[in-house]
């Protein structure tokens, strides 16, 4: 059983930056593909980024170039790194974790992300 926890949530006025990681206890982290998630008030989960054990990555077209997710699997942590940071960034932002070719099944508390304009 995996289980994540977020951090590095928090206030941040529009332009700024913010790092969120993602610890990982249990299972095979390193084979894990990692992704964040992010949910505004009133509107569904969306999808942010991933990365792969091979460290592939995909991002939503809305945070490319401002946005880099990376792993370190010593730590057993993802990290992602949001730069000009938007009012429209604003949500509670998850951790998921997958075996390859099979759908997000692990889950993190989220943390909250707040822009101010």
């Known amino acids: 059983q995996v289980q994540l926890k977020e951090s590095g949530g928090g206030l941040v006025q529009a332009g700024g930056s913010l790092r969120l990681s993602c610890a990982a206890s249990?299972?095979?982290?390193?084979?894990?593909?990692i992704a964040w998630f992010r949910q505004a008030p009133g509107t569904e989960r969306e999808f942010v980024s991933s990365?792969?054990?091979?460290?592939?990555?995909n991002y939503q077209d809305s945070v490319k170039g401002r946005f880099t997710i990376s792993r370190d699997n010593a730590k057993n942590t993802v990290y992602l790194q949001m730069n000009s940071l938007k009012p429209e960034d604003t949500a509670v932002y998850y951790c998921?974790?997958?075996?390859?070719?099979?759908?997000?099944?692990?889950w993190g508390q989220g943390t909250q992300v707040t822009v101010s304009s």
């Open positions: 249990g299972g095979t982290f390193s084979t894990y593909v």
């Open positions: 990365i792969s054990w091979k460290s592939i990555t």
């Open positions: 998921a974790a997958k075996d390859p070719h099979t759908t997000y099944n692990y």
